[in-house]
């Protein structure tokens, strides 16, 4: 249905040329759901807009983006016309801004429907009460303006509208955003529930990596302006390949994992300025786990197991660490230590290995999110549990032992 080849997008041109997309392959198909995530300022939002050419005037598209062959980059003007809300719509990021306040909600609805001519007036008056009832909302908000409705109902509306002339593509930019837990909640079963009856494409793009995991089949991590990594989302969500794809997996806490609720990881740092990219790999500077050559050398994708894709040099080179916590490879020693200031792990650093465990349980240890292995939290060397240089009580951990020396439960090498 959709296949993004080779896209790079820059605004402005000469000296001041910025690249917000660099090289994006992305492929989706019918009734596939693909979610996109990474940080403020990484591309998503321009990717999404340049799948239907809403890029503002000054902004450089090249590549190839075939919505079911046709490439949307060198259509006629009035063959993209046909395109938007028929072929492929779009639910824009902030639902208040992106309705008209001085028409009422039942007459946006309407407006592509008498657009691309699929109904007359009566017939499409009809449609929009139809759509309304979709999507969860009362026929009589029809009449309402974009003021008199929550945030949660007027998202609904941007999905109604999004359906109104029954898209193949869906493309959702942050549609829960500013919305309560409950209505995210709503809002997401309700696409999940349209996309699977109808067996339409849907392209989410979120901050949140745990949404994703839960509405979307695969996932695209971008980071300043690349697809770092790529595969199932619950795969990418619990074991991220890529050390920025585990930094933002190991941002939220889980419930029930004492670990990651008292001690949740962020990562150092900002996103690189897309005027000034750092040389080699864009994320080596807060890389936790950087080689000297991530500094020079640029990282393609590669493959990380059936269906994965990651753009770190790690994938072919195998990390682990020693019994001491320095990082190693093939028995020999990296610059590039895992741990962080104060003595706790980086984030998407590997979880030192304990006592004999053997290397094939050392590297899922590395690359595990979940329970009481995180490495948010360290363990002295006789067991109790301590985080940020404090000691814990035995009851703040189940299973964990009292501990009353302060400088022991300092150590984070156990």
């Given amino acids: 249905m959709l296949d993004v080849r080779g896209l ?36 998503k939002s321009t990717l999404a807009m340049a799948l239907l050419r809403l890029l503002p005037p000054g902004a450089t598209l090249e590549g190839e983006i075939l919505l079911d062959g046709e490439d949307v980059r060198t259509m006629a003007w009035g063959r993209l016309r046909a395109v ?18 001085v028409h009422r909600i039942g007459d946006q609805i309407l407006e592509p429907i008498l ?44 999905i109604a509208m999004a359906l109104a002339c029954d898209p193949q593509l869906i493309i959702a930019d942050e549609p829960t955003t500013a919305l309560d837990v409950m209505i995210q909640a709503q809002i997401l079963r309700l696409i999940e529930g349209l996309v699977a ?100 050398e640029p990282q393609p994708l590669r493959a990380a197991g059936p269906g994965r894709r990651a753009a770190c040099v790690r994938v072919d080179e195998g990390f682990e660490e020693t019994s001491d916590g320095a990082t190693s490879r093939g028995g020999k020693p990296v610059p590039g230590d895992a741990t962080s200031r104060d003595g706790e792990d980086a984030p998407g650093a590997a979880t030192p290995r304990r006592g004999t465990e053997d290397d094939a349980t050392a590297r899922d240890e590395a690359t595990s999110h979940d329970g009481a292995a995180d490495d948010a939290t360290s363990r002295t060397a006789n067991g109790a549990t301590s985080r940020s240089g404090d000691a814990h ?19 984070t090498q156990a």
């Fill in 8 to 43: 790079r997008i820059t605004y402005g041109s000469g000296a001041r040329a910025v690249p917000a997309v660099r090289g994006v392959d992305l492929t989706l198909r019918a009734g596939e759901k693909l979610g996109i995530a990474g940080e403020s300022g990484c591309g």
């Fill in 84 to 101: 938007r809300w028929a072929g492929a719509s779009i639910v824009f990021q902030g639902a208040m801004h992106s309705l008209n306040a």
């Fill in 115 to 158: 657009l691309h001519r699929l109904a007359g007036p009566e017939e499409g008056r009809r449609r929009v009460k139809q759509l309304l009832r979709h999507v969860g909302l009362p026929v009589s908000r029809a009449t309402a303006y974009p003021h008199e409705l929550s945030g949660g109902q007027r998202q609904r509306v941007m």
């Fill in 197 to 296: 009856e109808k067996g339409i494409g849907l392209v989410m793009i979120s901050h949140d990596l745990a949404v994703l995991a839960d509405t979307c089949d695969r996932l695209a991590i971008m980071y300043a302006g690349r697809v770092v990594e790529e595969g199932p989302a619950r795969e990418v969500y619990a074991q991220a390949v890529h050390p920025y794809g585990a930094a933002l997996s190991g941002a939220f806490p889980r419930i029930g994992d004492p670990a990651s609720r008292f001690a949740p990881r962020g990562l150092p740092g900002d996103p690189p300025d897309p005027a000034s990219l750092p040389t080699g790999c864009t994320f080596h500077p807060r890389c936790p786990v950087a080689l000297p050559s991530c500094a020079t």
């Fill in 393 to 411: 009580d035995a009851a703040s951990v189940p299973g964990d032992a009292g501990h009353d020396g302060a400088d022991e439960a300092r150590s």
